[in-house]
């Protein structure tokens, strides 16, 4: 069992409790998340970290056998009928298997714990077994849209990120289907939804982090139908936990010098 606490605990689900303390069993199953309603107290064996925890990312959008899916691809995907053209181009290209492995590497290395794996290769599946990723094929009914689409489906993900961003001129708000995914290694030198999160809170500088969170974590957890276990901090759940430090609570923004510690 451990007993796990920071600055700040944030569910997700719920708003983020100040020194807030998480205990999770033998197998990082979350048995309790305690509020101190910030009346902190020291408990034997408890673990203390500067920052935010938050659940494991999840990964809204990755092509795991298509390292050799370009920047230029997407780019002429996003033109028009994305899922459409998106699986027409996956068509056209040879499965790149010998760099599976290495896109897992990065996954597992940003605090990815979930990832949707868009157009799998069945030869790829031992290595995903064998992975600390949860990884799912989304349901083939599910549409992808892209940020800034005009049109807006009600069974979506409305995925965002720095390729997207270069795209669309938009209004950040509440959007409960906001997604953050990546791509493939050859749209992005790194994997990363951290990243992803610091170049978008870059682009769109009032947009709270606490609602960025939810775009990496829970949201593509509900829409992908594995919040069951992932996407919250919530008892019962195997999430993963990351450590954020380099938020700015008065405006509640991640900074340029954040960084991220995979705890779990």
């Given at each position: ?17 100040k020194n807030g303390i ?11 998340v305690i509020d101190t ?192 276990d992932f996407g919250s ?32």
């Amino acid at each position: 069992m451990r007993k796990i606490s920071a600055n700040y605990i944030f569910p997700v689900s719920s708003a983020p409790l100040k020194n807030g303390i998480i205990v999770l069993d033998d197998d990082n199953r979350i048995l309790e998340v305690i509020d101190t309603k910030d009346n902190f107290k020291e408990i034997e064996n408890l673990e203390f970290y500067g920052g935010v925890i938050v659940p494991g990312f999840i990964d809204a959008f990755t092509l795991l056998s298509y390292s050799n899916f370009t920047t230029k691809d997407f780019n002429e995907c996003s033109t028009g009928d994305f899922n459409a053209n998106l699986k027409s181009k996956v068509n056209s290209l040879q499965a790149n298997l010998q760099s599976v492995q290495r896109t897992i590497n990065h996954l597992e290395a940003f605090g990815t714990k979930a990832a949707a794996d868009l157009f799998p290769h069945q030869d790829s599946q031992s290595k995903k077994e064998k992975s600390k990723v949860h990884f799912i094929t989304p349901d083939e009914n599910l549409i992808y849209q892209l940020a800034g689409s005009e049109k807006s489906h009600i069974n979506s993900i409305t995925l965002i990120n720095h390729l997207i961003m270069d795209k669309y001129e938009m209004e950040v708000g509440n959007y409960n289907q906001f997604c953050i995914g990546t791509g493939s290694l050859g749209t992005h030198q790194r994997l990363s939804i951290f990243d992803e999160m610091k170049l978008i809170q870059q682009k769109f500088p009032k947009l709270s982090v606490w609602e960025m969170i939810k775009w990496a974590s829970l949201n593509p957890a509900q829409n992908l139908k594995i919040d069951h276990d992932f996407g919250s901090l919530e008892i019962g759940k195997k999430p993963g936990l990351n450590l954020i430090s380099g938020i700015d609570f008065t405006s509640n923004q991640l900074t340029i010098q954040a960084e991220l510690k995979i705890l779990i």
